[in-house]
């Protein structure tokens, strides 16, 4: 197994990170930090949701500083990062940034702008590029607020043929996205060829408590029946009789989790409960659902979800033959200090697993991976 450890002789980022009180004094701690770019690279910013209002600022900042034009980014309630001192953090419900400049080749990459005015008309102005180049990967943002979200992801992951990575927007404070200009399009960041070598995991933050079931009816949202039995009953049984005693303990606990069709890794999309009718013994989800899809349900828990990511670092490690350049790591708003506790856990537990390596990222509103948004999970990519 090649040495994934960073090495003087292998080309890598450069990142920083900083905390403090305000937006100037913040960026000219990370691009102090950062030293000297290459003009032609990728750069990503990321900022808590304190520093919102001047993200414009910071770009325009980050741009004149560096003379680096191509940065892609977003907000997150939280941000991450591993600086190339070995410094790790997470900043999270403070003011803070995670900057990263990847060196890529000029033309193995395109940005897709975050300004209104359709996914199509924006993928028409590189669509010479995209002809030409046959990108395979989209590092994108997206807003959750936004309902053209899923059509664009469709048609990206679809008729682009991307693989998409990243997460949504989380924020008290608006929802805008970096990718060359700030804006609050739908869905937005960079294209990449394969020129860019690059390896990809997800980890779930839920574990399934029983079999999968089919549901026999439902109308939209609501599930009604489960195996030709009402959908409570069922979860019932799934939560055990303490839950089950006492239903108002289920929420943020218990979820339904629906397989994903083809998988051959056991992928689930998790999706919150919303409403349990007790009466008709309905369960409402966080998801449309029809008669004839599997479903099972999962809890959250921490043990297992540590015990996950651990297995899926050490299967991302299995597939490096070389140095790793940087990472980006998106991992849900549930899950950092929220479920791992203080201390960078996760962030630490990448370095541990992986070696140090500048790192960047942010706690999103639901996670990307291919063509589907998740919840709960955390999606790493590594960069080689």
């Not at 090649?2 to 003087?8: E, G, N, P, Y």
């Not at 070995?86 to 990459?109: H, K, R």
């Not at 590029?129 to 048609?155: C, D, E, F, Y």
Request: aromatic letters at 8%; one cysteine or more.
């Amino acid at each position: 197994m090649t040495d994934t450890s960073r090495s003087a002789h292998a080309p890598v980022c450069r990142s920083a990170h900083a905390r403090g009180e305000h937006w100037a004094d913040i960026t000219r701690q990370c691009l102090a930090a950062l030293g000297k770019v290459e003009a032609g690279a990728l750069g990503f910013v990321y900022v808590t949701d304190h520093l919102a209002p001047h993200l414009p600022a910071i770009v325009d900042q980050l741009r004149l500083t560096t003379g680096l034009e191509n940065w892609i980014g977003t907000i997150g309630i939280g941000v991450l990062g591993e600086d190339n001192e070995g410094g790790i953090a997470e900043y999270y419900d403070e003011p803070a940034m995670s900057l990263m400049v990847l060196p890529v080749p000029a033309d193995s990459f395109r940005l897709l702008d975050p300004n209104p005015g359709g996914g199509s008309s924006r993928l028409r102005a590189i669509s010479d590029w995209m002809a030409a180049k046959k990108p395979s990967v989209g590092l994108v943002h997206g807003n959750p607020t936004n309902g053209h979200l899923p059509a664009l992801m469709r048609q990206l992951s679809g008729t682009a043929g991307l693989f998409l990575l990243g997460g949504f927007t989380s924020s008290r404070q608006g929802y805008l996205q970096v990718a060359g200009d700030t804006g609050e399009a739908a869905l937005s960041g960079a294209l990449l060829t394969d020129e860019v070598a690059l390896v990809t995991g997800l980890s779930q933050g839920c574990v399934p408590i029983g079999p999968q079931h089919i549901v026999t009816e439902a109308e939209d949202e609501i599930v009604k029946e489960i195996d030709g039995r009402p959908a409570l009953e069922v979860f019932r049984e799934e939560i055990g009789e303490v839950l089950a005693r006492d239903l108002n303990r289920v929420g943020g606990f218990i979820f339904a989790a629906l397989p994903v069709a083809g998988s051959d890794t056991g992928d689930y999309l998790v999706r919150n409960i919303t409403g349990i009718d007790t009466q008709r013994q309905w369960l409402a989800i966080g998801a449309e659902i029809a008669a004839g899809q599997p479903i099972l349900f999962a809890k959250r828990d921490k043990a297992s979800a540590k015990a996950d990511f651990g297995r899926m670092l050490k299967r991302l490690k299995s597939r490096i033959d070389r140095p790793i350049k940087g990472g980006l790591y998106v991992s849900c708003v549930a899950r950092g200090p929220n479920l791992f506790g203080q201390d960078a856990a996760e962030t630490r537990m990448i370095a541990e697993h992986l070696g140090e390596f500048p790192l960047t990222g942010f706690f999103a509103n639901g996670e990307i991976s291919h063509d589907r948004f998740y919840a709960y999970t955390g999606v790493l990519t590594l960069f080689l």
